[in-house]
Structures are given as structure tokens and as C-alpha cells.
């Protein structure tokens, strides 16, 4: 059993051995392992921070891009309606100035039918008269051939003229 019980020498410089490691330790590597997990803390901790910050942001920017998408939806509604009462208004005013055309053109039309009607009851006056006129020459030259016929025209004029 003597190989399990160490001896006193043994035990002495093994307690000296730790005691210089532990020494070194604690003055040089504990600081920078305790400053190492601090930092690491301190960076979790950043960490959560920033991503609780991008969760707030994120529904920050989800409501904005909500009231956005809204608007924009008011938006076009309202633009879609102002190009309705547009459309109505330009199909008024085209069949007002439509109205007025056909109302110009139509006068027109009558006034040209009305003119040509006159001029068309002016030749035929003066056709009806030249007709008349060379009817009455022929008429005339027939019975005037003969001088009896000259002096009963002459007398049954004469006669009308008295008795007006």
C-alpha cells in the first residue's frame, strides 16, 4: 500500500508547485479570463439589447408600411374617383360642344336649303315668265297675222280699259 500513500516531501512540494500555479494564475490569467467573460456578457447583453431595438423597429416600420399601404389604398381610391367625375365631365362637356355643333351645322343646312329653295323659286319665275313671254309672242304673232284680227285686239283692249 505504500504505492498509494504518498510521501511527506512529496505532498510539501506539490502543495509549493500548486500554490506558485495558483499564484500565476490569480495575477496574470484569472484577470484576463474574468475580463474575457465579462466582455462576453457585455456583448450578450449588447445583443439583446440590439435585437429587442430591431423588434421595436421592425414593428415600428411594419406599422409605418401599414398606415403607408392605407394611405396609398386612400390614395388611389380618391385619385380613381377624381378620374371618374373627369371622365363624366369631359363626356358632358363633349356632348354640350357636340350639341352646339349639330345645332350650328343644322342651322347652317336650313339656311342653305332656304337659300337654295328662293333661288330655286327665282329661276323658276323667270323660266315661267320667258315661257310665258314667247307663249304670248306666238299667241300674238297668230292672231296678228291678219290686220282684221290686229283691229279686234286693239278694240277688246280698248274696251277693258274703259271699263276699268
Known amino acids: 500500500m505504500e504505492l498509494f500513500t504518498p510521501e511527506f516531501g512529496l505532498i510539501f512540494w ?12 490569480a495575477r496574470f490569467a484569472w484577470p484576463w479570463i474574468l475580463k474575457s ?70 342651322e347652317a343646312a336650313q339656311l342653305s336649303i332656304e337659300q337654295m329653295r328662293k333661288e330655286a323659286q327665282a329661276r323658276m319665275r323667270d323660266e315661267v315668265s320667258a315661257l310665258a313671254i314667247d307663249i304670248a309672242t306666238k299667241v300674238v304673232r297668230q292672231q296678228m297675222a291678219d290686220d282684221e284680227s290686229q283691229s279686234k285686239l286693239v278694240n277688246s283692249l280698248l274696251d277693258e280699259i274703259s271699263n276699268n
Open 14 to 25: 506539490m502543495f509549493v508547485s500548486f500554490a506558485i500555479l495558483f499564484f500565476i494564475l
Open 37 to 106: 467573460i465579462d466582455e462576453r456578457a457585455r456583448m450578450i447583453d449588447e445583443g439583446v439589447e440590439k435585437t429587442r431595438q430591431a423588434e421595436e423597429s421592425l414593428a415600428n416600420a411594419k406599422l409605418t408600411a401599414e398606415r403607408y399601404e392605407k394611405e396609398a389604398v386612400a390614395r388611389q381610391a380618391e385619385i380613381l374617383r377624381e378620374a371618374d367625375r373627369m371622365k363624366t365631365q369631359i363626356i358632358e362637356e363633349a356632348r354640350g360642344q357636340a350639341s352646339v355643333e349639330a345645332k350650328k351645322v343644322l
